[in-house]
């Protein structure tokens, strides 16, 4: 016997009742839904708790607020850039070993310690790390972001005469 050779017991399926076409044969009328009341009628809401507070509203919202303006940074430390052992970093270098990804923003912190000279170009630094970089006899380059943040332009808001 294979899978596709199974079937259920003879007598064991039904053929689903087809009701509401109207009153010509059985399951006319209310269709088997009784007279009346909120069970006869159509699709109730999702989280209809009969009238009551449903439960979404009854529970606090979360505190605070997502800032939209916030820019994120994908942190990289000095024994990062010292394991790489280069003598030019830029966020290109950065991807190509897997300490970023293409298109992140930048930032060199300062945890660990780094050795030999390096020139370092990248969006952001801390002041730690741009002082150990500049006292091991390298040099740090900030990047422009590759978007601007404006505010808004101030002739477009409505004034009441």
Do not use: C, W
């Not at 069970?39 to 997502?66: D, H, N, S």
């Not at 000095?78 to 970093?89: K, N, R």
Request: hydrophobic share 40%; charged share 20%; proline share 7%.
């Amino acid at each position: 016997m294979k899978l596709h050779e199974l079937t259920p017991a003879a007598g064991s399926t039904h053929r689903r009742k087809v009701v509401g076409r109207g009153i010509g044969g059985k399951g006319g009328k209310t269709a088997g839904r009784g007279t009346k009341g909120q069970k006869a009628r159509r699709q109730i809401p999702a989280g209809f708790e009969g009238g009551q507070l449903p439960l979404m509203q009854r529970v606090p919202k979360l505190k605070g607020f997502t800032n939209p303006f916030r820019v994120e940074y994908t942190p990289v430390n000095l024994d990062a850039l010292a394991g790489l052992g280069l003598e030019e970093v830029n966020p290109d270098v950065l991807v190509a070993h897997g300490l970023a990804r293409r298109g992140d923003l930048v930032k060199v912190l300062g945890r660990g310690t780094i050795g030999a000279p390096v020139r370092v170009a990248v969006h952001a630094a801390s002041a730690s790390a741009r002082a150990a970089i500049e006292a091991a006899g390298g040099s740090v380059t900030l990047l422009d972001p590759p978007f601007a943040v404006r505010p808004p332009a101030a002739g477009n808001q409505h004034q009441n005469r």
